[in-house]
């Protein structure tokens, strides 16, 4: 499995008679940005759900760094090395953007009941290292100048790369962003394609959905294309953009 974070294997959800996913297989290797497209409904939220254990999959399989995750809880895969963000941007507003990274990178955040408890020592000097470790991520995610503003009053472009920064506290060896440019004005998309770059060059393996194609081309490596639950092509920007079935499962739309 050497050479491979994030591999998926035959994947298929059904939720009652409807298949979600069909039979999806992909892989992703470290240092590797793989984007998930499709058309509404073509099933990407189902796999980005499945992967990260918000539900379990119907059947296949799902190995993460050689480790089958696919029966395991969400927390579980967390403390494996899968780590997410989601559509909506999910922040404790009274906390500073310093503060929500240090909780996210002491404990991972929604799947450990233990979060409360820590929320208390929040703000208490910890080591250097880990300090340390929380100004790269602030700096890597644009964050670092405004780490001492609370969250709540940041802009919504800064809450979404906030995310990010929280989901690079707990270590990943694979992170899946879900539409991480939804809401995102043209220079926060910009900025949001250097921080996927710098994710990549930190030799993560990167799972992007995104419905915005000009980010998708300019940072995925490969890309997946499903359509109604099935993976219809992979290959490079450049494969996807010229490739018929993709073109027809699109009907028109700008690739
Ligand atoms: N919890 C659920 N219960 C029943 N059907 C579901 C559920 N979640 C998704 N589906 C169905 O599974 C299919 C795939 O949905 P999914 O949300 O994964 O698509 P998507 O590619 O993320 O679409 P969009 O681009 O609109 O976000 C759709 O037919 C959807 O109606
Ligand atoms: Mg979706």
Known sequence: MEGIALRVRNLHKSFGGVHAIRDLSFDVAPGQVVGLIGPNGSGKSTTVNSLAGLFLATSGEIILDGVPIQTLPEHSRVALGL?????????????????????????????????????????????????????????????????DKLVSTISSGEQRFLMIATALAANPKVVLLDEPAAGLISHERKTLSEMIKKIRRRGVAVLVIEHHMALIMDVCDRIVVLNFGSKIAEGTPDEIRNNPAVIDAYLGEAI
Not at 109 to 132: C, M, Q, W
Request: charged content about 25%; aromatic content about 8%.
């Open 83 to 147: 780590a997410r963000t989601f559509q909506t941007a999910s922040v404790f507003p009274e906390f500073t953007v310093r503060q929500q990274v240090r909780l996210a990178s002491i404990v991972t955040l929604k799947s450990n009941p233990l979060a409360s408890i820590f929320k208390l020592s929040v703000g208490h000097g910890d080591d250097a290292e880990t300090e340390a470790r929380i100004d790269e991520i602030l700096r890597l995610t644009d964050l670092y100048q405004i780490a």
